[in-house]
Nanobody, 124 residues
Framework: QVQLVESGGGLVQAGGSLRLSCAAS??????????MGWFRQAPGKERELVAV????????YSPDSVKGRFTISRDNAKNTVYLQMNSLKPEDTAIYYC???????????????WGQGTQVTVSS
């Protein structure tokens, strides 16, 4: 099993910034073997992909809805993936989850491991 713990969520005004972190752990698991993704789910909506990053950070993907505002990065030495969110909008309000999978999956929610999520609320 891979355990994922998100942090960094909170309440921010529109136009502000937040940085989310996701720390990975698990006996006998190597963080750099996993591609990492950030997802979000707003009330009444389906979970959607926000950003994904490959094993060594060489490839990333974000949908147009957040491209240019959100940046995913990782530090394999710290077993941590980050999501820097700038120019936040009220419609970015959601629970944000990180996920891990051995495959690079930029177009699916089908990841093997999930964190518990962290709430991000953007006020207008």
């Amino acid at each position: 099993q891979v355990q994922l713990v998100e942090s960094g969520g909170g309440l921010v005004q529109a136009g502000g910034s937040l940085r989310l972190s996701c720390a990975a752990s698990g006996p006998g698991r190597t963080f750099s073997n996993y591609c990492m993704g950030w997802f979000r789910q707003a009330p009444g909506k389906e979970r959607e992909l926000v950003a994904v990053i490959s094993w060594n950070g060489g490839n990333t993907y974000s949908p147009d809805s957040v491209k240019g505002r959100f940046t995913i990065s990782r530090d394999n030495a710290k077993n941590t993936v980050y999501l820097q969110m700038n120019s936040l909008k009220p419609e970015d309000t959601a629970i944000y989850y990180c996920a891990a999978d051995r495959q690079y999956k930029p177009l699916t929610n089908n990841y093997n491991y999930w964190g518990q999520g962290t709430q991000v609320t953007v006020s207008s």
